[in-house]
């Protein structure tokens, strides 16, 4: 399996349950993986069968700062479903969102989600 990797994607988000949160955009940081259907031999060069890393940044961009979310659980449940409707050749995902000023006394806070994205 190859994977296509995008590490510590920053965007400042909407994003928290606290009244403060809701008015100040946070910075998060995005790592996501993810993994195509190969269709093709290996000698084979068809830009059918790739995805464009700029194309799942802004996506990803853009789903973000749409609008509020209250946990990072449900953006990144949302960046996942958006990524495979969109982008339909993807049969693996992994995403991690990280969001360091969650906790004072922590560095870190995230959730990792794993999909493994039966062919259809």
């Known amino acids: ?51 464009d890393y700029i194309k799942i940044k802004d996506a990803i961009v853009f789903l973000v700062q749409k609008k509020h979310f209250n946990l990072i659980e449900n953006l990144a449940e949302e960046i996942v479903d958006m990524l495979i409707t969109n982008f339909s050749i993807i049969s693996f995902i992994k995403i991690t969102i990280n969001k360091p000023s969650a906790i004072l006394e922590a560095s870190n806070v995230g959730i990792t989600i794993i999909r493994h994205i039966k062919k259809q």
């Open 1 to 51: 399996m190859n994977i296509l990797f995008i590490k510590k994607l920053q965007i400042m988000a909407s994003i928290g349950i606290n009244n403060w949160e809701k008015n100040y955009l946070q910075k998060i940081f995005i790592d996501i993986e993810l993994s195509i259907r190969s269709c093709c031999s290996k000698n084979t060069v068809s830009l059918i069968n790739h995805i």
